[in-house]
């Protein structure tokens, strides 16, 4: 098993969780005030992180490669995103068409951009980087961002970070008498690339510039790679990045046999029908949870004629904006109750067709179960798709591939554990009519965008997934029943108490109620209290190997609080975590901070 918790908790705002954590993807908010701060963008918070979320915080890796390439080919007056493929910059363009106004469409512009491997047979990783810019200008920043928010397609922090250090060591190798000399360094770093190293293959025009006011000697070392990749090599904990095909193979396959086990405990099937259900080629993996979620939708809007989606119950706030602002738009129910099903049989009777429907099971962060089973009826009946959103009931204790035509997940969450690596996951079901359709623009237009170093990390630590999850599940269940039974909590959230009768029609045998869990209390100021005294770390993420919370609906929806309110997601509603942390600790830690509640 891995480590299961710090020996305290992160108490300084806008370090990485878990700290010295190279990659990390929390950051520590400890308090609801330091919440409400960051939401608002307030310099004590905001000046202090050193991690984040990735796709809401740039990393310092990020950030550094940016700002070389920034200095090369931007304007005075511009900024620049990178990303991994052409494709996915030029839908950064096309949104930034879509979502900025400018009278000057060429203030959007492309450059390809390859960074030589030195030595290949001395390097960690084999062949040239090519990275994508997308230069534009500093008031569409925020346009960017969101698009960089919404896809998850943006360029890893290891991806930058080996970019960097190719850049350092061609740098060394060019400079070895003068390094020390600022003023050398200018003149050469510039020279580099006049030399051809970078091709400017994507519409690139830019102004040149004669020097650089940040050159590559004052990089930061500390975040080069041979240091934290030698230590896990020598401790045997992952593979060397050479074999990040044969991680990324053994990761579709991990899945795939997950699925299928999950099916071979329905007694309606023989076990010869099961094991032709799905195999690795019906598994597809993307660089991040939100990313499969955007390329699914990409995909059915390829593979059929462009309708509106409906979104079914209150997902996490990106997949609607997917489904909003990627397409013809959508038909949010979110409330997800049987009534809802009532409204949607009625628009789909009148002669509305839709592209698809996107669910989870269950929802983030009420904890509802969608009925599949209803729902599948409409989509055999009204032909249309359904893809559903496991990451939360996770492959291990819910079974709903079957009754999807497409599954995603977030291999982000319980699947990995150790909050240092992104990743996602989609998964056709070859049972389903539109599998042929699908699968062959899938074959057409699929990306592997997933940065290789990142399956190495993904590959290592999902292999104890099964194990943890039965003992998160078994940690959540009693956590929820000492909380349930206290008179000051007002409603916690958990599929076992939250629409259960649905959720036990999909619980494989084996399977649990999951690790998540939201609770509301009759006061903000109940609600903070309870917070800011619990001992365990805080801040955005959730399936994490140690015991995570946030004022969920403070970090999700903080402009919007009134409009989240009215699907019953309180402005102090509190989204826990639970890992695999000694029970009883757990339960002493909710107990105190039950008992620090005064009002």
């Known amino acids: 098993m891995p480590t299961t918790s710090f020996s305290s908790p992160p108490t300084d705002v806008g370090c990485p969780i878990p700290p010295n954590t190279p990659h990390a993807i929390s950051v520590a908010l400890p308090t609801w005030q330091d919440a409400v701060d960051y939401e608002e963008g307030r310099e004590r918070v905001v000046s202090r992180m050193l991690s984040g979320y990735p796709r809401f915080f740039i990393s310092k890796e990020i950030q550094q490669l940016m700002s070389v390439y920034e200095q090369k080919f931007a304007k005075p007056s511009e900024s620049c995103f990178l990303f991994p493929s052409r494709k996915t910059a030029e839908r950064c ?38 990275l994508h810019l997308v230069l534009f200008p500093k008031e569409a920043l925020s346009v960017a961002k ?27 190798e060019q400079n070895t008498k003068n390094f020390n000399k600022v003023s050398t360094t200018r003149a050469s770093f510039c020279k580099r690339y006049s030399n051809g190293q970078i091709s400017n293959g994507l519409n690139l025009t830019y102004e040149p510039k004669e020097t650089l006011s940040t050159n590559i000697s004052s990089i930061d070392n500390s975040i080069f790679v041979e240091q934290n990749f030698y230590v896990e090599e020598r401790y045997g904990r992952n593979l060397p990045i050479s074999f990040a095909e044969k ?12 699925l299928r086990i999950e099916n071979i405990s329905r007694l309606t099937e023989s076990f010869e029908q099961v094991i032709k259900n799905v195999t690795e080629d019906d598994v597809f993996l993307f660089p991040t949870g939100m990313s499969s979620i955007f390329h699914a939708h990409q995909f059915l809007l390829t593979a059929f004629p462009p309708k509106k989606s409906i979104c079914f119950g209150f997902t996490y706030v990106d997949t609607l904006k997917i489904l909003q602002k990627f397409g013809p738009g959508c038909y949010f129910y979110g409330n997800g109750l049987s009534s809802d099903i009532d409204e949607i049989e009625n628009l789909l009777e009148s002669g509305e067709k839709i592209l698809a429907l996107f669910c989870e099971f269950p929802s983030n962060p009420l904890l509802k179960s969608p009925d599949l089973r209803r729902l599948r009826i409409l989509a055999d009946k009204y032909d249309f798709p359904i893809v559903v959103d496991e990451t939360i009931g996770n492959f291990v204790n819910v079974k709903v591939f079957e009754w999807a035509d497409i599954t995603v997940s977030s291999l982000t969450k319980i699947f990995s554990g150790d909050s240092n690596v992104m990743g996602g996951g989609l998964i056709l079901n070859p049972q389903r009519r539109y599998y042929e359709e699908l699968k062959k623009v899938i074959n057409n237009e699929y990306e592997d965008l997933l940065w290789g170093e990142d399956a190495i990390f993904l590959e290592r630590n999902s292999r104890t997934f099964r194990e943890r999850i039965m003992k998160i599940n078994e940690n ?64 955005p993420s959730l399936g994490t190997n140690f015991t995570l919370a946030c004022p969920y609906t403070i970090l999700a929806h903080y402009h919007e609080l009134d409009w989240a309110s009215r699907y019953g997601v309180e402005p102090g509603l509190i989204r826990v975590s639970v890992g695999l942390e000694d029970k009883n600790v757990l339960l002493k830690m909710f107990q105190q901070s039950l008992d620090a509640i005064t009002e």
Request: proline residues 4%.
């Open 93 to 130: 363009r096309d949104y930034l068409r879509r979502y900025y106004e400018s009278s000057n469409p060429a203030c959007l512009r492309l450059a390809e951009i390859t960074i030589v491997t030195p030595d290949q047979s001395k390097s960690l990783i084999q062949g040239n980087i090519t």
């Open 476 to 539: 959540t269940e009693e956590i929820c029943k000492l909380l349930k039974n206290n008179p000051k909590v007002k409603n916690i959230y958990y599929p076992k108490y939250v629409t259960p009768d649905i959720y036990l029609q999909y619980k494989t045998v084996k399977g649990g109620f999951g690790g998540l869990f939201s609770i509301t209390f009759y006061s903000d100021l109940a609600a903070q209290q309870f917070f800011d005294s619990l001992v365990i770390a805080k801040g």
């Open 247 to 258: 991680a990324k193979l053994e990761l579709r396959r991990r899945i795939a046999n997950t």
């Open 146 to 172: 969101s698009f960089w928010q919404h896809t998850g397609d943006g360029i890893s922090s290891r991806l930058a970070e080996r970019s960097l250090n190719l850049l350092q060591t061609q740098f060394d």
